[in-house]
């Protein structure tokens, strides 16, 4: 089987792997150049000196250019995983069987952007890992195959976004007889089930603290590394906050952003009726800490208040 792929992170990096592993021909790959716009971006340079495959940068791979290149690969699948950009319908013809991609929502649910990101800022218990054909609509292709998983209470973006690397990587695993075989399988989604997510900038990571505990919980969690992070402003600094505990139902009464007290190596702040502890934080540029360090090595103090988002976007 003889495959070109695209992509330009370790969800992608995986099923590359895997496809090699498999038996699988990949004379090239292509990924975007290195920037620090993407927030899971990762080199793939080592990896394709390591097994010989031709490996080009580009910022999308519908230019002509690029386009006759990789049809000069004669390929018979293109893979485009781990890639921000839509591929038009000109480049989804060039393979001679079928063009591949997945994403981390249960499809025909969850289309769109941060799939990782919104399955968590939603507080959601499942989510789903999707193979599907390629079309030009995004993620509306075919399925060839879906898998569920599981989201805990404790997970991040870091430990979902593992659950869904491992399992695309089984994807391949499982499905490569098949794909050998040009057999693959097709299964029609249901557009009347069809929900989007909408894309997220790190703008978009401010905190609302009149929210519940819970809601807020599911906000830092969703956001955490390695996206942008959910932030607030204390006393005119912005405070990145990258983890916190999941919260109880103890009722808790204070003006939301309140600094309550230090509780062990975090710090517990005000929500709509209730609390949460946080215990990761980053000052400006500076280094990650414990959210008690907020007030045992900055110049903050118990009773100061977070800034609220409404407040400062006047609404």
Known sequence: MRAVFVTHN??????LKALIECGAEVPAVYTQPEKGSLSDQISLEPFCEEHDIDLYRTESVND?????????????????????????????????????GM???????????????????????????????????????????QHEIDIDIEDDAASLYEKVRLAAGQFIRDTYDE???????????????????????PRHGLVDWVRSPRKLYDWIRG??????????????????????????????????????????????????EGSLVVDRVQVGDDEEVSGAELIESYEFEIGQRFENARDILGE
């Open 223 to 272: 956001q955490s590394h390695p996206y942008p992070g959910a932030y607030s402003y204390l006393d005119g600094t912005k405070v990145r906050l990258w983890s916190a505990r999941p919260p109880s139902e103890e009722p808790v009464f204070g003006v939301p952003g309140e600094i309550l007290a230090v509780n062990g190596d975090g710090i517990e702040i005000a929500a709509w």
């Open 103 to 145: 994403h981390p929502a249960p499809l025909p649910r969850g289309r769109g952007r941060a799939p990782i990101a919104w399955s968590l800022i939603k507080g959601l218990d499942t989510t789903a890992m999707s193979f599907f054909h390629l079309v030009e609509e995004a993620d509306a292709g075919d399925l060839v195959a």
């Open 10 to 15: 370790n969800i992608g990096r995986t099923c």
């Open 179 to 201: 794909l050998a075989a040009h057999d693959v399988t097709r299964i029609e989604q249901d557009e009347s089930n069809a929900t989007w997510w909408p894309k997220r900038t």
């Open 64 to 100: 002509q250019e690029t386009r006759e290149q990789i049809a000069s690969y004669d390929p018979e699948y293109l893979f485009v995983i781990g890639w921000s950009r839509l591929v038009n319908q000109s480049v989804l013809d060039i393979p001679s069987v079928t063009a591949l």
